[in-house]
Structures are given as structure tokens and as C-alpha cells.
């Protein structure tokens, strides 16, 4: 039986070569150590133990498999190092997909991929070449020295129409292949012709360093000024940053910045100021957040001071209050832009970035602006603007914070802003509960990852919910054993076996503590109904007979449901801290 990819996997993999890969590791008796990757220090505190294929830093607290080594310092999901190590152990993953749509979409991944390495190597001996001498005047102009160009892998698109689709050909890229991520474009009598003509190329990398798009400028006037690629099976806008790759490393050290452009990004880094990244033409999207989570929790966001500036403000805030991270917020004045400011005075671009401010901060002064918090009217005013966007933080405790703040601002007692905050927040849970089913398939998933999920689940005596077989014997098993279950002698084989294939889909992908929230909520909230279902016939019975000490036992037992069922998002908040 093929059991415990994850452990296959292990026995393949040594620990101390993985690691060697990024640290400089002696060996002292029986274990190795080295500079700690994951925080500055002169000194090593870094140790990896062969025998047991664990690292720990003595320094930061950093510790775990070679597992959480590769998710931790490439920024990698659970499931991007699975393939990834797979692949290099030849250990075949058991998956829903059948192997060979898995391997058709790796090769064809793969065929994106160095597409779009021939493509780059195209743009960039073009821009050193007689060609591009205008493009490299231009980037000159615009005060870009030789190591940033070379650090971004700036090219250049010539004039015409087939510069690129001929070289393709020469290195025998399939045009369909080429055309597939957007890179030459289909005539519609046959033939194709360059995407991008006469522009500045910025090469957009994922987080495995693979070229998967890229975006142009215009030298001079003309519009449209920027184009990008269209989206392809290797780009996805919403799931991509520009520069995170490069940056991932000062990223975790520093936190992210994140501005508008690809141009306001490599001057930045050029002035000396590496953290900050760009979305390529969309807004920050809850996708874009999980992403940059995975190295920081310190995001700052740009501005601009005018009046568009502010209502941008208020939208970026929502992607973020169901993820955890609050926000910082850099608001520039009206005449400056990060590109301007990393030519003119870098450190007055620093001095922004330091004192950004939280953006609960902005978004008070924003609703307070212009109105008189003592007159009744601008009072209402106030809390119905923010109270629905409180209501929506996810984290109680600033939820907590933000109440007794805007009460503290309002002149109110506390209890009325959280009534106010309390009744949208109810609009929320039911809402959700209403819109986004539940699968018992999710909850086993999170469960199996994420301990906390099956002490809630065991909290609640939500196994009784389960209604499909084996969602339900797994959840039984989770509870009575723990999620150990690869590691368990005992463990029946075919229990054994299920596991082993939902965690081979790696964990929960997207925001992984909502979706516990959410669904732990939504079962909690139907065995509610099916009790209350119950209680209702029961008081009729008991009318019709009229028992009336029975009748009001089971009025209270009601009245009890009614208010857990008002407070079900503190019930399940409290089940998931372990309270
Ligand atoms: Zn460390």
C-alpha cells in the first residue's frame, strides 16, 4: 500500500543536503551548525541534527523538518514543496487528478517556463545591442545604473513585428507554446507577431524564480503606457507580486512596502531602498496578502494625499480584515511619488515609510474629518460608517481595541459601539453561513494540518455532524488519536489511507483560519437549527397537553438556543482558543 508520501519523501531526503543548499553548515560531534537563516546573527545558533532530520535555532526559536525548512526559506506553500521534492526523490503523489493530467500540466508549466527564459534572453541581448541603445539611454535618463538593470534583467522589445517570434523559432520554441502565455499573438491568417514592440521589458518571476510574464513600457509618449502579459496557466495576477522573489529575503527582515508600478519598484531599489513590491495592474487582493504573509506581517501601503488617494484608502483596507494583518499606511503629499522621491531624496522616502501609521488610524481621522462628534447627527454618521467595517476585523482582540477607541472618540459608553459593532458583526456570520457552504471534506483537511481545528471540532461535539462515512470516521479517529495518523502504528489501514491522500493535497490553500471559522460556524449553526427543530415540537406537545412546568423548561431551554445561536461567533472564536 502506498502510505505516507510525507514520510517517503523524508527517507529520501537528508536533512543536512537540503539545508546545505542555504546555509553554510560544519559539522561539530553529531550535529551541523551554521549562520541562522531566518534572522541576523554573527554568531551560530543554527543547528541541524542528521539523526533525527530536524534544525533548530538556538537564537530565533526557528525549528522543524526539512518540510518547514523549504516552506519557511523559499516562501513556499506546503503543496509547492511537496511537487517540488516529489519530484526530486521520484516519489509519485497520490492525488485526486490522475498522474497523467498531473504531468501533462508539469510539462506544459515547464514549456511556459522556458518560453519565457528565451523570451528574456531575447529582451536583454536586444537592449545591450545597437538596437537598444535608445531603450538604455532612456533607462539612463531615468537615473537606473548597469547593476540595477542587470539586477532586474531589464530588456528591450525592438520595433517590428517578428524580432521575437523569429528567435522562438530559432530556439525551437513552439509558437503555440509562445503564444500560449501571451508572448506572440495569433494572426488570424495564419502566422503570429510580437506581443510587445518598442518597450522597456520588466521580466516577472514567481516564487521559483521561473520567468511566467512580462510587462512593458513605452519609451516616451503613447499610450497605452504599460502592457502586460495577458494571463496564462503560469500567471495569475492576483496570486503574483513584482519583485517578491528578489525581495523575499529583506522582505522577512524588514517588512513589505508595497507600491503601484514596476518603475516605482526598481528605482527604489536602485536609490538603495529594496523592499517594496508592486501588483501588476490589479488591486491588492486577499491572494496578494496571503502571499506576502508568508514572509511578514509588516505591510505598508502607498497613497496619494488627493481626495482619490483616500477613497483608494478605504478600499485597500477590506481585502485585509478577514486575514489578520493590519495594515500601515504611507500618505504622500500631493507633489511627490516614490519614483520621484528615489531620484531626488531617498531619505525623505524613508522618513515616510518609518512613520506610517496604522491604517484604523486613517480611516477614524477619514470618518471624523469635517464632523462634530457631539452634535447627535454626526455621531450616528460616524458609527454607521465604521461600525460595519469593525464589525468585519477578524481579530477579536482589535476588534476589542478598535470599540473602545471609536466609544473613547464618540463621547459613547463602550456597550453602545459594541452593540452597533455586535449586530453588523451577526450580519456577517450569517451571511457567510448563508453564501458559503460548508464541505465536511474541508473541515477533515484542516483538521489533519492544524491541531487547534480538531480540539474546537472535539470542544463542540461537532463529530456528530458529520454526515458522510468517512469524513465521519476520520473526524472520530482525528479527536480520539490526534492528527498523527502517518506516524501511528495502530492506525486501521484504511483510515490510514484516507488521510494519506487529503494530505497529500497539502494544506487548506487560501486563508486557511477563515475557512475553519467558517466552517466550524456553519455546522455549529445547523446543529442549532435541528435543535431548536426539535424543541418546537416538543413545545407544541407540551401546549396541547398543557404541561406547564414542562412548557416553560423547554422556554428556557429555547431561549438558551436563541442567545448561543446570537453569539455564535464568540462561541466558536472561544472553542478555537481552546477555552
Ligand atoms: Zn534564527
Redesign the pocket.
Known sequence: MNTGVVEQIKGKLDIVAVISEHVNLTRKGKSFWGL????A?KDA??TVNAEKQVYK?F????GGDVFSFAMKVKGLSFAEVLEEFAQRTGVVLERDRTQANRQERLSANKAFFSAGKAALEFFTRTLASDEGRHARTYLKDRGLSDATIHDFAIGYAPEGWDGLVNYLKKRGVPSEIAAGCGLVIKKEKGGYYDRFRGRVMFPILDLRGEVVAFGGRIIGPGEPKYINSPESPVFEKRKLLYNLNQAKRVIQEQGAVVVEGYMDVVSLANAGFAGAVATLGTALSEDHIRLLKRFTTDITLVFDGDAAGRKAMVRALEPFLATGIIPKVVILPQDKDPDDMARTDINLWKTFVSEARSIWDFMYDESFRGRDPSKFEHQSTILKDLAPMIARENDATVRDLLVERLAVRLGLGIDTVARQVRSKNEQVVLSQGQTKDYTEADLVRLMLFDEQAIQAVKTLNLNLEFKQADTATLAAYLIEHGNCILNDAVCPDAIRSAAAKIIAQGPYEGDGAKALRDNISKLLSLRYDRDMNRLQGLIAEADKTNDKTRLRGLQNEKMALVRAKRNIHTIVAEALEGK
Open positions: 541562522c537563516p531566518f534572522h546573527e545558533s543554527f535555532c537564537g530565533c526559536g526557528e
